[in-house]
């Protein structure tokens, strides 16, 4: 990631993304730096994000490690924590601002209207205590439902998931990874929020468990009527699952789209690269279930123009100065970059 003395942050800001009156989630110029000594490590860079009535199909966010996609998953939580901090913009729900929240609003606003499954989210069920528990303690907790409604509850949740009613007290140990997948899916379904935040949610598992996995949040989605943030760096995953697309490299978003038209005609350099990498065969549920050679976004990167410049084939002198912004091309699609801008 790119590294600048802090004092020499930018403070300019792009052209703020057409939004509508009705989003649900809108993110404004959003900025996170994590100060190491006297270093600002920039991890967002300017996002700007609708989730509302367009986006109903369900968003994907792709790019490689260390693009920005936990980082902002994360902050619509406002899960942001030192050494990283929130130093530009807004991430409006429903109109209010959660970056301005309290401890009480903030506990109003997680779980309840946006829940996240994180990534290897199924290791991090407590070994010592049987899968129902937790569900049974958010439902208490957040929902104040007495002891012996919210373990009905907690049944009925694991059940949708797939998880009969006889394994509901066994130990995470005695689960396999889909299985405390499963667990974890219905732990961040269980206050029924408008928003579901899914990091990485098949990255340790195999390909048929992934397959599963991916079915579920499909049906869960579909049977909810949830908004679907899903976060990965496999760009194939995204077919079938979601319509729309935003691709991600070094904070930035490079590209915005339709994920039918991204797959089929990237326009961003860096998204062809992510396509141009995949070896891919195509399963009967229309998933692809390839992966990438792309790793990870170099650590050190251009501090002036576009980020991406040292790895882009197509640059030219104004790259290396000028910092593209997203703006929308003759196809409809938003790219960041100076060969259509």
Known sequence: MEKTNASEMSSSTPETMESSA?????????SVSFTIEKFQILALNKVNLSLGESTRGGLGIVGESGSG????GLSILNLIEAPGKVTNGSIEYMGKNILDFGEADLRKYRWKQVSMVHQSAMNSLNPVKTIIN???????YHAKMPKDEAQKRAIQLLSEVGIK???VFSYPHELSGGMKQRVSI???LALSPKILIADEPTSALDVLTQLQILALIRKEIRDRGLYLIFITHEISLL???????AV???GDIVELGRVKDVLSNPQHPYTEMLIGTLVTFHSKSSVYLSRTDAKEVPTTIPSRGCRYANRCKYAFERC???EPLLKMTKEGREVACHKYN
Request: no cysteine.
């Open 248 to 250: 991600m490299y070094a």
């Open 239 to 245: 077919s079938g699952l979601v319509d729309n697309i």
């Open 69 to 72: 996609k936990t980082t902002l």
């Open 186 to 188: 219905a732990l961040a």
């Open 134 to 140: 937790p569900i049974v303690e958010i439902l208490r």
């Open 22 to 30: 009705s989003d649900l989630l809108k993110i404004s110029n959003l």
């Open 165 to 167: 009613p006889e394994r």
């Open 320 to 322: 290396m100065t000028e």
